[in-house]
């Protein structure tokens, strides 16, 4: 099997980029430098605001089917680099093979629903009180789109934004994480062949900032760019939103999450402990949407505890890019340190862990792969409340349905959320307004 290094260098010749520059690419899988890429300087970025901005003039102007064609193009060139994009997104964010295939058909599925979008901007008719009189809805274009990215979702969550942006009739900067800038670049040329074929955009339609927090900051303070659309920590969204709304921009932020699912005595266990395993430990517990808390009734906690214990301990953890791999590595030494806090202070505050333990360090010494960590907690304390970006999954009990809600909704943060029951009246409480307080709630599937 090929070293990261080996893989990146045979992919990057695939996609036409170069690997010498000044910022490391450093796979998870080995924790090593991969290659180099040019870090974009905060004059280049300028220029790069400046080239989007005169593209933008022009591209307002074409008619919206036009823009969906564009995206059509670009679909197919996703269709037919997605082996090679996916096993990209894998080495360099650290996920298992068929969650980087996942993310670019994620990325294919997004330019569909453009497509057809650009075909229905629609407007509304709105009846007026002055006579012979009536009111007309248009959708304008709005200017240049700043798309910031994070590490685990490398590219799919970049295409949700530049897809839709593109048909509106914007132009688009994006600042992926540092992480990750290889499958920017990548995704960059592949967008660049769409653009060769669609044959008369205006040059600087999309442009990439590749870099750290400061060229994240030259793109949140110029007013050049009406609308920064952000994904990563609510640290990283505290920082940002302040900027953008000094100079009355706008901003989309998806930010953290503290996941729920509440298992009650009615719910069909063999299907929940499945979604348990699967939404706690998949991308290592480093998805936005990754279970963290488990509230199970006390009748069945006992059973759901030790089933989900047993399924953890036969996880196979290793290379993502093994067959039969279902837990990769965590980022980085960063993300493997913030774990290992977390689960000091769930100690201290009465919890009683299982695993958590970094594995394969002699075949790995400088990437992070660790056993995922199951922690029974006697309530709902401040280290359940934050978010730790790793697989750490907080179980409490609960007795009457209420308390579950509210045990549920307890958390500053709100994104997705679950329940598990065969009872229709829990199922319909948790969906209703007095229930889950997230975006995202389902039923009897993980969040």
């Known amino acids: ?107 294919i599925d997004i330019c569909d629903l453009a497509v057809g979008l650009s075909r229905q901007l629609y407007g509304l008719t709105i009846a007026s009180e002055r006579p012979g009189h009536r009111m007309l809805e248009t959708w304008h274009p709005l200017g240049v789109v700043g798309v910031i990215s ?136 480093q998805r936005c949407t990754s279970l963290r808390r488990l509230i199970v009734h006390e009748s069945v906690k006992g059973e759901v505890l030790t089933r989900v214990a047993k399924a953890y301990r036969s996880v196979p953890i290793g290379d993502p890019l093994a067959n039969g791999t279902l837990v990769g590595p965590l980022v980085d030494r960063g993300a493997f340190t913030a774990m290992q806090a977390a689960l000091e202070r769930a100690q201290s505050e009465g919890g009683t862990v299982e695993g958590g333990e970094r594995v394969l360090a002699e075949r790995h010494p400088d990437a992070f792969y660790v056993r995922p960590a199951l922690v029974d907690m006697p309530a709902q304390s401040d280290v359940v409340r934050h978010e730790t970006f790793a697989p750490i999954l907080y179980v409490m009990g609960y007795s009457e349905f209420d308390e579950a809600l509210a045990l549920h909704n307890d958390v500053p943060q709100g994104l997705s959320s679950c329940i598990f029951s065969n009872d229709v009246r829990e199922t319909e409480a948790f969906l209703a307004a007095g229930g889950s307080d997230c975006g995202i709630a389902n039923v009897n599937i993980g969040p």
């Open 1 to 107: 099997m090929k070293s990261p290094a080996e893989d990146i260098e045979t992919l990057a010749k695939l996609f036409g980029l170069s690997l010498d520059g000044n910022l490391p690419v450093v796979s998870p899988i080995d924790g090593r430098s991969a290659g180099l890429v040019v870090e974009t300087t905060h004059e280049d970025a300028t220029a790069k605001i400046e080239l989007a901005n005169s593209a933008f003039l022009h591209w307002r102007k074409v008619p919206a089917p036009r823009r969906g064609e564009l995206v059509r193009l670009f679909g197919e060139e996703l269709r037919a680099a997605k082996t090679d994009l996916g096993r990209l997104v894998s080495i360099e964010a650290g996920k298992i093979a068929q969650e980087g295939l996942g993310e670019v058909q994620e990325m």
């Open 150 to 285: 994070a590490f685990n979702f490398p590219v799919a969550v970049w295409s949700w934004n530049t897809a839709l942006a593109l048909v509106c009739g914007n132009a688009v900067i994006w600042k992926p994480s540092e992480k990750t800038p290889l499958t920017a670049l990548a995704c960059g040329a592949l967008l660049d062949r769409a653009l060769a074929r669609f044959g008369d955009a205006p040059a600087g339609l999309h442009q990439i900032l590749i870099g750290g927090r400061a060229v994240g900051e030259a793109l949140a303070a110029s007013p050049d760019v009406p609308l920064v659309s952000a994904t990563g920590s609510t640290a990283m969204g505290r920082a940002l939103a302040p900027v953008v709304a000094a100079r009355f921009g706008r901003s989309i932020l998806e930010l953290g999450g503290n996941n729920a699912m509440i298992v009650t005595p009615s719910a069909d266990l063999d299907l929940a402990v499945r979604a348990i395993l699967f939404s706690a430990v998949g991308t290592c517990g």
